[in-house]
Every structure is written in structure tokens, then in C-alpha cells.
């Protein structure tokens, strides 16, 4: 069948296998080489894709709960949003959560994902307890920070290239809220950014919405917003409207809705102090997740997204540089996102490093990936490096300088004999 990640960039044909049971999943692998687990197709790329797919979605049950101490075990398919579903209503939600809920808890492992809150809270792994990662030979090895710690730390963002995750130990957060209490901060430009995000550090929740058509003194046009859990013992969410695209249709409807949105929200609250308001959880976590199938307004060809993180002491310069770039090239998409981050984890090649990173979709066009070579060669000059899981066209030689930590990553794999077993279309293309 063919299969693409959530940019509908590249296409590939793969062999697709379903797995119930952990005895189907070891006889599948023991049939031949380069597989890769597939969770909910919500990376951007081709790092779930492979000539042997080993799709988690039905391996998807709930193991265990604590009531009392919010430790959840689940079987690696579940997704965010069915944990959300069962457990908000208890009162505990995720202590990360990244823009959309619609993933599978082996995706948010093997990514690592990150959130509004990084650096409050680190990535998705700090809230495993351990995990069961089956093997090439089929055996399973239980992982955590005191149990086969290198397997846990390669693991842990390591792209399916360890192994498939059977299931995790999560801690879940305590919350006595469905709601988050929101400041909405307009910002003229990327110094207004800098400071503001510098002001509001203290909040456990933030991000920037950037304007990209924006050029001149207002470079960087932003609404930042910041929040917290509400304290209101309401946890019941409100029931949302659905949006959908129901074909693939022109690109220009994206960037039309999400134009509208920034300018509805930045001309209410412009020359204002911060505008505060009490938004359901949904809306502020996922606002995507609204609209069914949004990736389809790029049309056919599809679309990249760019995710780079500059260290903090050339973020400003380099961000600038990035959106000049953008901003004179017109390709990017009308919105991107800026976030902070906090101190990188000991994973072996988990994306966050102390600074701030920016987000951006670009559809595929002609002149795309030259652009795309001048922003790689900004990111690098100032030491920074972009996010595998949005990737789908990464040079070897850009990897290996953004993940120093590549080769330990290598050698686990090498000890353990998953290079045969477990590869993807981009860890082949990274050199891994
Ligand atoms: C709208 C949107 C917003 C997003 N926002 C954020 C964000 O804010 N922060 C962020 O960090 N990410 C974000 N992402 C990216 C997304 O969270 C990650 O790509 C996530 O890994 C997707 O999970 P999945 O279940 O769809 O995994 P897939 O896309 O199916 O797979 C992703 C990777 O995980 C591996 N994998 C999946 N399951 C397993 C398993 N059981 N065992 C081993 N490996 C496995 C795959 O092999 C692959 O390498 C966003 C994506 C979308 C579409």
C-alpha cells in the first residue's frame, strides 16, 4: 500500500502489517528486515515509513491505573486523546502535551515530543516511568532510568530505530481543571518576543504565533500566549465543533483561515495591556485538531515542515536571519511558531536544547528545497538543528552535525544488531 507521514511528502510504497498480540508482532518481524513501527501517521516525513510497516493502532489497550498516584500502563497504540478522554474527567491530564492529540504513545516516546511547557517541564520522556521495547530477535527488554538505561536514553526519541514499543509507565499531572487561564500578549516584532517570552517565563505554558508576511521594523509580528492550568474544579470539556477538508484543495484556504485567525485575535488585542481569558483545554493545546484532515489544503504535491532550534545565545540573531530569509522568499506559510525551550535531556538524539525553536510549513514547490539549503546553512551557522520528526529531506552530513550524539546512538544500535532489523526511509537517508 502506499503510505506517506502527515505532509503527504513523500509517498511510498510499503508493505503493511496490523499487530494485536505481541506473538504476531515478533513472528512479523522474524520474516525479514527493515521494518519500522507506524503509529498514527502524524510525523510530517518519512521516518515511519519503510518497506515493512508494523502499524501499532490496534495494539491499543489500557493495562493499568493508579487513582491515587495518576501512574498510567498502556499498551504503545493508545492515543493522547483517548488518555485524555478517560482521565481529565479523574482529574489528570499529560504532563506534555505537543500540538495535537491525535498520536500514539509509542509516537510521543519515539519522538520525544515537546510541548508549550519545555522548559517547565522537559519532553514527553520525563514522564515515562519505563517502557517494554521488543527487540530484533523478538525478545523484550524492560527500560527505564535504573534498567538497561542506554536502551531507555536511545529509545527515548530514537525514531522507532531501537525497536518496536510494546508499552509504557506514565505519570500522569494532577489537574483540578479542564480549562487553562490565557494571557494573550501582542508583540510588534521579534525584540517585543524575545522580551515578552523573557517577562513570562514564569508561566508553564507558552508559545508565538508569528506573522511571516511581516518585513521591515515589524519582522517577527507576533501574539504570544501564555498560561496555566485554571483551579476551578470544572473538568468536564465543553463539546467542540468539527471542522473538515474533505479533498485536497488549494493552499491559499490555509493560509486565508489562518491569516484571519492571527488578525481577528492581534487587532482585538493590540495597544492593550495582556488580554486575559479562560479557554477550554482543547483550545488552547490543539487548535488543529479542530479542523479534519487539514493537511489536504496544500493540495496534492504536499508539503514540509521546518522545525529548527537555535541555542539560547544565537537564537535571536538566528531566528532573525531565518525569517528574513522566509519573509523575502514569500513560500512559507503565513503562520509559524516560536517556543521556548528548557536544558536538552540525556536521550541520545531528542530534539530540545536549551533556547528557542521555530516552526514553519512550506508546500512543496519549485525553488522550495533551495530555500530550504539557505535555511539549513543559517541553523547550522549558528549551532542549532531541526527536528527529525518533521523532516522528510535532512542531508546526512546536517544530521550529523545538529545530533553530536549520533554515534553512541549508532554503536547501541550496531551492539543490539537493529540496523538490519529497524530503518526507515530517513534513517537511511541520514546515514543511520
Ligand atoms: C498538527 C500537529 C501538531 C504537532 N505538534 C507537535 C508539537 O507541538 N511538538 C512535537 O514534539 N511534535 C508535534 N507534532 C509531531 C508529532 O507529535 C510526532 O510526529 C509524533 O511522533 C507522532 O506520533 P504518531 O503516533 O503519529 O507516530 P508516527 O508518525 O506514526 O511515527 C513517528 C515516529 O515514531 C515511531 N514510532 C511510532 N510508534 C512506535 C512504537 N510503538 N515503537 C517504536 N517507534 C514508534 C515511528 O517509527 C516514527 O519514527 C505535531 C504533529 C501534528 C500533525
Redo the contacts with the bound molecule.
Sequence with gaps: MKLS??GCYPIIECAAHLFEKRSTAAALLSAGDDW?????????GD??LAPHVLL?QEYNKLIDFDAQTGVVTCE?GITLAELIDLFLPRGWFLKVT???KL??V???I??D???KNHHAEGCFSESVISLRLMLPDGTIASCSREENVPLFRATCGG??LT???LDATLQLKAVNSAYIRENIIPCANLDEVFVQYDRCSHYPYSVAWIDCLAGGSSLGRSILMVGDHDDDGELTLPEAKRLSVPVTCPSFLLNNYTLSMFNQIYYRVKGKPAQRQRVPLETFFYP?DKIDHWNRMYGKAGFVQYQCVLPMATSYKGMKALLQQISAAGMGSFLAVIKLFGPQNENFLSFPMEGYTLALDFKIQPKLFGLLERLDRIVLEHDGRLYL??DSRMSEAMFMQGYPRWREFQDLRTQYGMKKKFN?WQSKRIGL
Design positions: 507521514g502527515w519500522i513501527a507506524y503509529g498514527q501517521g502524524k510525523s510530517y521516518s515511519a501499532t504503545c505537543p500540538g495535537t498520536i500514539s509509542g509516537g510521543a519515539a519522538s515530543v515537546h510541548g525514531m522507532g525497536g518496536v514499543i488543529l520528526t518533521k526507515s
